[in-house]
């Protein structure tokens, strides 16, 4: 019985660590943990107060006030001079005052505006959301593959020893010459350092991991090998979804719409606005006649704003040149935004062509490898340049191999961001 509870542990325990060493686990605290994220979050969040802040101006506004006054009057004389008492006055008032706005055009322009621009905070969250995926997944990625890099050469630098160790005791032999010893020492040396590089480009492939994800990144990682994205089956199909998808385009729609409410603001200034105020106030001590009194009044105002110098026609006019610049750059936005689709088209479907190319390439060279090395420890006419040769044919062929994988991910994230379908849903295991 504990036999079998120590076996349920042990893959309890490895599922564990797998569904905290997984693509969506990093990603997802990249999104959690990210200042830029979470500094447009708050930005976002301040943006859709200014809806509220527009619906205010529809709700009556309530004010109570008060004052109190102490008035002392002395040296007093009438016309004809002669001198009169000192005074002594204290009064109190207390307001209570009701506004309502009965018609406004320019407050219910500006609450469609006050929604526009939360609409337009909402894609701009979303575009640096798509960002902070396609940073963090091809961070891991990356990393994955620097891994495979460290070890390919690792593994190469391992054969060149022991082949340099052979060498020195087949010269001894005499079955190579000292030409041949000095070139398998060669290789050695250029596989050391082909190996202090690839350490290298791992350690700053870390610490760009760390960055975006805000987890230390793991040693030897090899990670998930590959993700399910759906990509568009052509062209036109990624055209139509960019164009109906893209945030960046929908943003650039969105300032366009947002500038001709303001132009629509800027018109509503001129319009007639019309208020109710309703007021009660009690006053205490007001004359010497009259020691409190109380009054109620209710007033009705109409404003019809004429002319303000000029200024509120310029303003009409800056407006309207405001949506002309919206209006062409929505324009060179749809030209991008075309040019972008089709080179990450372009770019998904060579990297598709490449990784078969490498995975050709790899197979090729492994066979190539294994013969040459079979025939050349069997003492055969194969020479040691050939050997080093075949050897560094097979290394390039697996790191050609490794990062076409990575790259065909990348492609498609770029493919899939173009066209508004990045998101951590959009992210699925084979």
């Known amino acids: 019985m504990t036999k079998y509870l120590l076996i349920l542990l042990f893959l309890f325990n490895f ?22 994220i ?14 509220n ?3 205010s101006e529809f709700f009556p506004s309530l004010t ?15 016309q004809s001079g002669t001198k009169l008492g000192n005074t002594k006055r204290n009064t109190e008032t207390k307001k209570l005052s009701v506004d309502q706005k009965i018609f406004n ?4 322009v500006d609450l469609k505006k006050s929604k526009l621009e939360a609409d337009k905070a909402n894609l701009q969250f979303k575009k640096i959301e798509q960002e902070i995926i396609l940073q963090s997944v091809s961070a891991y990625f990356d ?29 001894q032999k005499g079955e190579i010459s000292l030409t041949d010893l000095a070139q398998s020492e060669s290789s050695l040396a250029g596989a050391n350092a082909n190996l202090i590089k690839a350490e290298t480009e791992l350690v700053a492939s870390e610490a760009e991991f760390e960055k975006i994800t805000s987890i230390k990144a ?19 199909d990624a055209m139509k979804l960019s164009f109906s998808n893209n945030l960046s385009l929908a943003t650039s729609r969105l300032e366009l719409a947002i500038s001709e409410k303001e132009l629509s603001l800027e018109k509503a200034n001129l319009s007639p606005t019309a208020s109710l ?24 105002t109409i404003t019809w704003p004429i002319i303000k110098g000029g200024k509120n026609f310029s303003s009409i006019k800056k407006s309207k040149f405001k949506v002309e610049k919206n209006r062409l750059l929505l324009e060179d936005q749809e030209n991008e935004l075309k040019t972008k689709t089709s080179n990450a088209w372009s770019f998904f479907q060579s990297s598709e062509s490449i990784l078969n190319s490498t995975s050709a390439q790899l197979k090729a060279a492994e066979i190539a490898n294994e013969g040459i090395t079979l025939e050349y420890d069997s003492g055969n006419t194969r020479t040691t340049l050939e050997v080093i040769q075949s050897r560094s044919l097979l290394l390039n062929a697996r790191i050609s191999h490794a990062k076409a994988e990575k790259d065909l991910i990348v492609s498609k994230l770029n493919l899939l961001m173009q066209i508004g379908g990045l998101n951590l849903n959009a992210i699925q295991s084979p």
């Open 15 to 36: 599922s564990s660590v797998s569904a905290e060493e997984s693509l969506k686990h990093y990603v997802r605290t990249a999104l959690e943990k990210n200042p830029k």
């Open 38 to 51: 979470n500094a447009e979050k708050k930005n976002l969040k301040a943006i859709k107060e200014n809806i």
């Open 53 to 55: 802040i527009s619906k």
């Open 64 to 78: 109570l006030s008060g004052s109190q006054t102490s008035t002392q009057s002395s040296e007093i004389t009438n």
């Open 105 to 108: 055009i320019s407050d219910i």
């Open 143 to 171: 990393l994955i593959f620097k891994n495979k890099n460290r070890n390919f050469n690792l593994a190469n630098l391992d054969l060149f020893e022991r082949q340099v160790e052979t060498d020195k005791l087949r010269l």
């Open 218 to 236: 793991p040693k030897n990682f090899n990670g998930e090998k590959n993700i399910l994205l759906n990509t568009p089956r052509s062209l036109d």
């Open 277 to 300: 105020n309703y007021s009660v106030s009690e006053n205490k001590d007001l004359s010497s006649s009259i020691d409190e009194n109380e009054e109620e009044q209710v007033k009705a």
